[in-house]
């Protein structure tokens, strides 16, 4: 079956550690996102990319860092600059980069806890 | 800049019940328009979209239609389901990277 999986499902960290959240996808897309979705909030787009080995800020990339080695692979490494990294973080992809009218799929999130 | 505006929620409503959510936007250009569901604990699915004015979009019962002189995706469902109770999202995107900018979302419980 075509998707995207995102791992671990729950993840509990100590506060001043790097954590990286898994994002693969087998759908052949082109682009793919990262994005926080905080109670009460709408989702906060956080890093994308439209090409292998290239990808750009969103609003609200600080504390965090991504690689796109790989067309079905966009992991995200929350660092210990971000200040509030308890949230549900959201992966997507879409198939064709620089189009408005395309369709984007998400994963199942990963719920990231920082003690 | 872009930016949605959904009704709050929750909607509480009776299973059978007719259902509308409203959504508005604020764009520069013209934007695609989106609805997402949300099911407790998972990601988000598309429910519907439309891509230029006055397009319908629809499925599984809902349908929203796009309309550019009052900037606004109203989402409705003649008749409701428990099964729909979940968060439902509007969204719109512009421009040549497909970013998507997100309301905040209204849950949606259904009761019998």
């Known amino acids: 079956d075509g998707g995207i999986t995102q791992s671990p499902k729950y993840l509990f960290r100590k506060e001043g550690q790097n954590v990286t959240l898994s994002c693969e996808q087998n759908?052949?897309?082109?682009?793919m996102y990262w994005y926080r979705q905080d109670p009460g909030q709408g989702l906060r787009l956080i890093y994308y990319?439209?090409?292998?080995?290239?990808?750009q800020k969103g609003d609200i990339a600080e504390g965090y860092s991504v690689s796109r080695e790989k067309k079905e692979s966009f992991p995200l490494t929350v660092t210990s600059a971000q200040k509030n990294p308890t949230a549900f973080y959201l992966c997507?992809?879409?198939?064709?980069?620089?189009?408005?009218?395309?369709?984007?799929?998400f994963g199942p999130g990963t719920r990231l806890t920082v003690l | 800049g872009n930016s949605v505006t959904q009704m709050e929620g929750p909607v509480t409503l009776s299973e059978e019940a007719f259902l509308t959510i409203n959504c508005t936007y604020t764009?520069?250009?013209?934007?695609?328009l989106f609805w997402y569901v949300q099911y407790p604990g998972e990601g988000l699915q598309l429910l519907l979209k439309?891509?230029?004015?006055?397009d319908k979009g629809s499925n599984k019962g809902f349908e929203a239609t796009y309309r550019k002189e009052t900037t606004s995706f109203h989402l409705e469902k003649g008749s409701v389901q428990v099964s729909d109770s979940a968060v439902y999202f509007c969204a719109l995107a512009t421009g040549t990277a497909s970013k998507l900018t997100f309301g905040t979302g209204t849950r949606l419980q259904v009761t019998l």
């Open positions: 764009a520069t250009g013209y934007p695609s």
């Open positions: 439309a891509t230029k004015a006055d």
């Open positions: 759908l052949n897309h082109d682009a």
């Open positions: 990319s439209q090409i292998v080995n290239d990808f």
């Open positions: 997507a992809s879409s198939i064709l980069a620089g189009s408005s009218t395309d369709t984007q799929y």
